[in-house]
């Protein structure tokens, strides 16, 4: 019961539900892909599979039509990242949230072009959205990096062997950080992956990802993101009062 409580606040919010369609979108794509390839006895309900895991994705697509003030509000907020005290990461995060800005106008205009809504070209736009995507990916994987490179020489420095002498409520801050930062690089590094199969032909490895790649990179991501989520609520509940 416990389980279906906690399941059923995530639904409540957005981010739970969006967490959810994207975790079961791309775990069809996998099983759906994987049927289709290896197993031609099962290839119908394989293709079944990738037709739900397609309609899973226009569903985010549709849904994320509404995102732009919510990301507009949260940018305007960070600015220049002027509480930021390294000059790294301010930066990274600055252009971070202006790529994140970009990407949700650009995937409006495709899926309009889909939809039969504005007469221009989708593929264009399509092709533009996932290299926004790409770049914030990239500037997210570089502040990961950043991050765990400083917070271990934090760690390994004299001055945290001296602290290591006092309450560890400190030193467990930093060592969760850390982990924090490992999936979330894990995490944009799969979802990078994917972001590059989904260029045009040509670029690195675009287009030769067989389905079930795709969504076991996705899969993958999703469930990091899940993880991280129910952690965060863990530590939540474990410190409020």
Same mark, same amino acid.
Not at 1 to 12: F, Q, V, Y
Not at 36 to 60: D, F, I, K
Not at 123 to 128: G, V
């Given at each position: 019961?416990? $389980?279906? +409580? ?7 919010s ?13 775990? #069809?794509?996998?099983? =759906?892909?994987?049927l289709?390839?290896? #197993? ?5 309900? =394989? *293709? ?5 895991? &397609? ?6 697509t !549709?849904?994320?039509?509404f ?6 509000m /949260?940018?305007?907020q /960070?600015g ?5 005290e @390294?000059v790294f990461v301010? #930066?990274v +995060?600055?252009?971070?949230n202006?790529?994140?800005q970009?990407? /949700?106008? #650009?995937e409006h ?7 039969k !809504?504005?007469?221009? @070209?989708?593929?264009?736009?399509? *092709?533009? +959205?996932?290299?926004f995507? =790409? %770049?914030?990916? %990239?500037?997210? !994987? ?6 765990v490179?400083?917070?271990r020489?934090q ?7 001296? *602290?290591s002498?006092l ?6 801050a930093?060592? $969760?950080? !850390?982990q ?5 690089? %894990? ?15 040509g670029?690195?490895w675009?287009g ?6 795709v969504?076991?990179?996705? *899969?993958? &991501? ?5 993880y ?14």
């Open positions: 019961m416990a $389980a279906l +409580s906690g399941l059923a606040s995530a639904l409540e957005y981010r739970g539900r969006d967490r959810l369609i994207r975790t079961l979108g791309y775990c #069809c794509q996998l099983v =759906g892909g994987a289709v390839e290896q #197993c031609p006895a099962r290839s119908e309900v =394989g *293709t079944r599979l990738l037709v739900l895991s &397609s309609q899973l994705n226009h569903c985010r !549709i849904l994320r039509l995102d732009d003030l919510a990301m507009f /949260y940018t305007k /960070y220049l990242g002027a509480e930021e @390294d301010r #930066c +995060s600055v252009l971070g202006l790529a994140d970009l990407y /949700y106008p #650009c205009v495709a899926w309009a072009a889909d939809a !809504i504005l007469r221009v @070209d989708s593929a264009w736009w399509w *092709t533009l +959205s996932t290299a995507w =790409g %770049l914030s990916l %990239l500037l997210g !994987i570089a502040r990961s990096l950043w991050m490179a400083k917070l020489k760690l390994r420095s004299p001055m945290a062997a001296f *602290t002498r309450p560890r409520s400190k030193w467990r930093v060592e $969760a950080q !850390i924090s930062e490992v999936l979330t690089l %894990l995490s944009n590094l799969a979802d990078l992956a994917n972001a590059v199969h989904w260029l045009p032909p670029v690195l675009a030769r990802f067989p389905p079930w790649v969504g076991l990179l996705g *899969t993958v &991501s999703s469930l990091l993101s899940v991280q989520a129910v952690r965060a609520g863990g530590r939540a509940d474990a410190t409020t009062p």
